[in-house]
């Protein structure tokens, strides 16, 4: 069958006049109602989020500018709270004899050295380390404000390497000592000194470790700090975000000799002490216990039945000493003391330089396989 194209013309002419209509249609409405731009839409979603975003940008300016005021404010207190010293040691007398005599060698030249203190009463009482003075024949501070005076050397405690000087002046600006034993690993602290006779330099860190040991002598434990301590700091505050003394920088550990993040500061409770017990007493009175220790070693743990070595093994007391009067026999092992969990020998050490004469301190043993309790008075020690 034949198929008639004419037949179809007029259905495909409706088709197109249709299709032509239906467009027109479109065309005109969206003339009349134009749709919002894709970039409009975005726009407008900007435009709503914009401000929030710079309303946030704009708290965290304001928190970090008020974060960088209270540290610039807390810094502006402290400083005129810190010293410089400067120490002068004579020459040595028997090279002072050999140049006498026309004879080599010695140094016939006065030694000069550097630290840093702070006041910490409006008498005029100035904390330091006691390195810092140690041979001084004449010792002089600045102040912050220019002033140069000659200080006299109050009292001095090489057990724990602090000094105490005092000078007279007015208008002096104490800085409050803290509470060492509120420090808590973490926390940011602030070291002011003299480093490299470089006056009023401050550094940031915070405390690395607390009761570091370190390979002092010194009958007390260190904070450890990340805070750039050089010399020169020696004596100088370690101050917490509150403006407080936490410690007083001591030395550092460096094989450069310079500071390598490394540096240590005795706790601000033993400089208290001391200062407290110069200006009251004239002397510092370190408390005395009467007891004879050896380290205790597995082998010896084993044989007393321990089940570690922890502890501080007594070898004997001394004739008419509070560890005499208390019970304490040899052969005990002190695993606390005023509370305080003992190591070892040294760490008991340390807790007795804690206590205070006169008052009652109760320490745990074990005797036999069995705890006990005791009870023993400090009493000031003989060489006092």
């Known amino acids: 069958m034949e198929t008639n194209p004419r037949g179809n013309l007029p259905t495909f002419l409706l088709f197109l006049c249709i299709l032509a209509l239906a467009v027109g249609s479109l065309a005109f409405w969206k003339l009349v109602h134009p749709e919002t731009p894709v970039v409009g839409v975005l726009g407008d979603h900007h435009s709503a989020t914009l401000p929030s975003i710079r309303g946030n940008n704009d708290q965290t300016g304001s928190t970090l500018e008020a974060m960088d005021n209270e540290i610039t404010n807390l810094v502006d207190r402290a400083i005129p709270s810190v010293v410089s010293i400067t120490t002068t040691t004579a020459p040595d007398r028997e090279a002072l004899l050999r140049q006498f005599f026309g004879l080599s060698g010695g140094n016939v030249t006065p030694v000069r050295n550097m630290g840093s203190g702070m006041i910490v009463s409006p008498e005029g009482y100035i904390v330091t380390n006691w390195h810092v003075i140690n041979g001084a024949t004449q010792v002089t501070i600045q102040l912050s404000d220019g002033r140069t005076l000659p200080a006299q050397i109050a009292g001095t405690d090489q057990r724990s390497d602090i000094a105490i000087l005092k000078v007279n002046a007015e208008g002096l600006i104490p800085i409050d000592l803290g509470d060492s034993e509120q420090v808590k690993v973490g926390q940011t602290v602030f070291a002011v ?16 470790a607390k009761g570091r040991r370190t390979m002092s002598e010194a009958a007390n434990e260190f904070f450890q700090t990340s805070t750039t301590i050089n010399p020169g700091n020696s004596g100088g505050p370690l101050i917490d975000i509150h403006g407080k003394v936490i410690g007083v920088n001591n030395f550092i550990i460096s094989r450069s000799g310079g500071s390598e993040g490394i540096g240590f500061a005795i706790p601000s ?25 050896r380290p205790l070693t597995a082998s010896l743990a084993q044989q007393l039945g321990l089940p570690d070595t922890r502890g501080a093994l007594v070898a004997a007391t001394l004739a008419n000493s509070p560890a005499e009067r208390s019970g304490l026999r040899g052969g005990d092992v002190i695993i606390s003391f005023g509370g305080k969990p003992i190591r070892d020998g040294k760490d008991l050490r340390n807790r007795i330089a804690e ?8 320490f745990t043993i074990l005797r036999e396989g069995k705890k006990l309790d005791l009870n023993a008075v400090m009493e000031e020690g003989p060489s006092a």
């Not at 000194?193 to 690395?208: A, K």
């Not at 409770?269 to 004879?292: K, L, T």
């Open 269 to 293: 409770n033993v400089a208290r002490r001391v200062f407290e017990d110069i200006v009251q007493h004239g002397r510092v009175i370190h408390p005395w216990f009467g007891v004879v220790m």
């Open 193 to 208: 000194g003299n480093p490299f006779g470089l006056q009023e330099t401050v550094t940031q860190g915070i405390i690395s």
């Open 355 to 362: 206590a205070l004469v006169g008052v009652p301190a109760t």
